[in-house]
């Protein structure tokens, strides 16, 4: 009986592929073997069209790869498209990427809010800038992935993230 998979997948855009492909075409990411993807993932012909979602942010598929890392972490169901710069909310500035190719990353309105303060955590590592204070009460835990953290701690010692 062979090992090889049945088909590959893109982590990003869900398209499959066949075995002895690498690469996602679209996502220039590395394709995945079909029998990785956890079994409880969402159904997209069942979710939602981007057009019916929140559009949480507009970047570079690294970006969005880290956003969506983190709220599959959650168990957030969330879709990941190509998208231009005008797709994007209002305040974020996607045409800073340059050329680069753009996805978004869109949720259902109840999950936009907690969707988008794991964005702001995501931008601050990603950007090097400050990180947004953690909510009153939350302090002992990741933002990005629920960690338990020392009172102390200046980083996640699971995911990495800054915490200063």
Partial sequence: MS???RYKVCPACHAEYMPLVARCADCDVELVSDDTL???EVDLDAFPPAAELDCVRVAPIPWIRALS???QHR???HRVEAANADDAPDG???DSFGDVRLFGLYVQQAH???ARELDACIAAQLL???APPLPEGEADACPACD?????DATECPDCGLNLE
């Fill in 3 to 5: 090992t090889e998979p």
């Fill in 92 to 94: 974020q500035r996607p």
């Fill in 128 to 130: 090097q800038e400050e």
């Fill in 147 to 151: 960690s338990v953290l020392a009172a």
């Fill in 112 to 114: 936009a809010a907690a």
């Fill in 69 to 71: 890392e983190a709220l």
């Fill in 38 to 40: 956890p079994s409880d």
């Fill in 75 to 77: 168990g957030v169901a």
